[in-house]
T-cell receptor, first 114, second 113 residues
Framework: SAVISQKPSRDICQRGTSLTIQCQVDSQVTMMFWYRQQPGQSLTLIATANQGSEATYESGFVIDKFPISRPNLTFSTLTVSNMSPEDSSIYLC???????????FGPGTRLTVT | AQSVTQLGSHVSVSEGALVLLRCNYSSSVPPYLFWYVQYPNQGLQLLLKYTTGATLVKGINGFEAEFKKSETSFHLTKPSAHMSDAAEYFCAVYTGTASKLTFGTGTRLQVTL
């Protein structure tokens, strides 16, 4: 199974600034996903990031707010732009290898916006 | 559309007692069903999954779940709870129609002595 790391593990940011979260996988994967987990809540899919194509965003999430890069098959970044306190969440990346729905998750980035 | 409902946001059991975490799904097409576990300050880890075939599926750490189509349920059980089972458990559904995982709201399992 894939091993995923994320940087930073946590950060405290001021409103109006941006933060870029990195996701590194130890093997080449096609499908990568970014999720948001708000305090005490479930995971919400932000977007699907496949190498060589534009990210596909879910309803309620837009590229201007959450730009995503996927330069190769082992790396992706998610930027949270113009942050507000409502963006305080855990952001998780995941990958899907051979079996649909079977995803491997990174440890998450805990973001607090003040 | 697909959705998942987990009854009980918090469940507390004594060590050695039966664990039962409930999950019901809604899907217009045959679903794939999953249980994921999240330990404190960690990402999610796959516990078990149902795709096709045998409706009783076994996962890691002694957990199992049974797919009941007539009840649209996929409840997670473990005969004897251990302190190390304390975590957040998420049920999830996947269909080819949506082509994505949809998670339930999670159930926090507490295990007491």
């Amino acid at each position: 199974s894939a091993v995923i790391s994320q940087k930073p593990s946590r950060d405290i940011c001021q409103r109006g600034t941006s933060l870029t979260i990195q996701c590194q996988v130890d093997s080449q994967v096609t499908m990568m996903f970014w999720y948001r987990q708000q305090p005490g809540q479930s995971l919400t899919l932000i977007a699907t990031a496949n190498q060589g194509s534009e990210a596909t965003y879910e309803s309620g999430f837009v590229i201007d707010k959450f730009p995503i890069s996927r330069p190769n098959l082992t790396f992706s970044t998610l930027t949270v732009s113009n942050m507000s306190p409502e963006d305080s969440s855990i952001y998780l990346c995941s990958v899907e290898e051979d079996r649909v729905g079977e995803q491997y998750f990174g440890p998450g980035t805990r973001l607090t916006v003040t | 559309a697909q959705s998942v409902t987990q009854l009980g946001s918090h469940v507390s059991v004594s060590e050695g007692a039966l664990v039962l975490l409930r999950c019901n799904y809604s899907s217009s097409v045959p679903p794939y069903l999953f249980w994921y576990v999240q330990y404190p300050n960690q990402g999610l880890q796959l516990l078990l999954k149902y795709t096709t075939g045998a409706t009783l599926v076994k996962g890691i750490n002694g957990f199992e779940a049974e797919f009941k189509k007539s009840e649209t349920s996929f409840h997670l059980t473990k005969p004897s709870a251990h302190m190390s089972d304390a975590a957040e458990y998420f049920c999830a559904v996947y269909t080819g129609t949506a082509s994505k995982l949809t998670f339930g709201t999670g159930t926090r399992l507490q295990v007491t002595l």
